[in-house]
């Protein structure tokens, strides 16, 4: 993993409304302990990752938006390989950081995604 790396989230369709992503897609819930799980890039393409998320591990995703190593430098937020749970799998850390500061930082990642946009969309269902 480096600054280049691609570090895929998946988004749950109540971080999606109205067109507009919400930056909670980028804020690490209380059972996270300040970890934010993502998938490295550098081991998974977006659609295959998509396809772990809902396949395998059965949870609800719409799609993956991303952000890159150097961006989570950039607001000083470490990153690392966390291979316990899947060999893809990755954490963004804000750990130790006061609500306001992870709120101002997920914020920004939102922003570094949305440029981005969708690296992957699910199918809609008809």
């Not at 991303?66 to 690392?80: F, I, N, Q």
């Not at 963004?92 to 440029?115: H, I, P």
């Amino acid at each position: 993993m480096n600054g280049a790396t691609r570090l895929l989230r998946q988004i749950h369709p109540s971080w999606f409304q109205n067109g507009r992503l919400a930056s909670l897609a980028f804020t690490p819930s209380k059972k996270d302990e300040g970890l934010l799980s993502v998938y490295d890039g550098d081991r998974i393409e977006p659609e295959p990752a998509w396809q772990h998320f809902t396949g395998v591990l059965l949870l609800t995703s719409i799609g993956v938006f991303a952000v890159t190593g150097a961006e989570c430098e950039s607001l000083e937020l470490p990153y690392r390989p966390d291979p316990e749970w899947f060999a893809e799998h990755a954490v963004v850390d804000f750990t130790g950081l006061s609500n306001s500061k992870v709120k101002d930082k997920a914020q920004k990642l939102r922003e570094f995604a949305v440029g981005r946009d969708w690296l992957y969309r699910a199918p809609v269902e008809a």
